[in-house]
């Protein structure tokens, strides 16, 4: 199975030159550290920043710079600090290429669960919900169940939705899911998982294609 690191280094393969990427609480944090050097990124953090680096290494921490998840963070040459206006004015405007996220839950038509459990103190939805109805593409990283060991790829998500039909693609620690009419689709499998792993942990609908391939991640 895929270790969190690696979910993300396999999403940063996603990322092409250009792109301006919004990064979620979580796992998709860690994407910002696998970008190739010959590619070109802008990542958005909606407290207000354009430029977000990788995390600081130990001791070089800035309590000043911080994500929208309150994590402290580095900014690169020309990164650039604004108001939430002009934040949320790029993500409502469709200038997101591409947003990453976490979710607890993620249904066979693309619906996301990613902000309440009911009966739990949470702090708000945040910018989930803009996210996922403004990005052009929405690639969710999660674990393929949750800590009871029960499925996170649903038929119907049963927590308070997020957004509606609007995941394009899944990496978990079993394999790449596309999101489809159809439901979920297989197109790569992580080392040392067999098929039938992938389907008993699946409550949605699941299909395999013919030619799957292994995860690469170099």
């Known amino acids: 199975m895929l270790t969190k690191n690696q979910i993300a280094q396999r999403i940063a393969k996603e990322i092409e030159n250009g792109f301006y990427v919004n990064l979620g609480i979580g796992i998709p944090t860690l994407v910002a550290n696998h970008i190739p050097n010959d590619i070109s ?41 604004f108001d939430s206006s002009t934040s949320f004015g790029m993500i409502r405007g469709q200038h997101i290429d591409l947003t990453v996220l976490g979710a607890m839950e993620v249904a066979e038509n693309g619906d996301i669960a990613n ?15 803009d996210l996922v109805a403004s990005a052009k593409r929405i690639i969710v990283a999660m674990m393929h ?49 067999t098929i039938e792993e992938v389907k008993k942990s699946t409550l949605g609908k699941l299909e395999i294609i013919n030619n799957l391939k292994p995860i690469q991640l170099n």
């Open 41 to 81: 990124v802008s990542f958005h953090s909606e407290n207000g920043l354009l430029g977000m680096g990788p995390f600081p290494t130990k001791g070089k921490e800035d309590a000043d710079l911080i994500n929208a998840g309150k994590q402290t963070i580095t900014t690169l040459p020309g990164a650039s600090f």
């Open 115 to 129: 902000w309440k459990i009911p009966g739990k103190l949470v702090k708000g939805m945040g910018g989930a919900m």
């Open 145 to 193: 169940t949750n800590r009871k060991g029960e499925p996170k790829l649903l038929d119907r998500c049963s927590l308070p939705l997020t957004g509606v039909c609007c995941v394009q693609k899944v990496v978990t620690n079993l394999g790449v899911f596309k999101v489809t009419k159809n439901g979920f689709v297989m197109t790569e499998i992580a080392p040392e998982v």
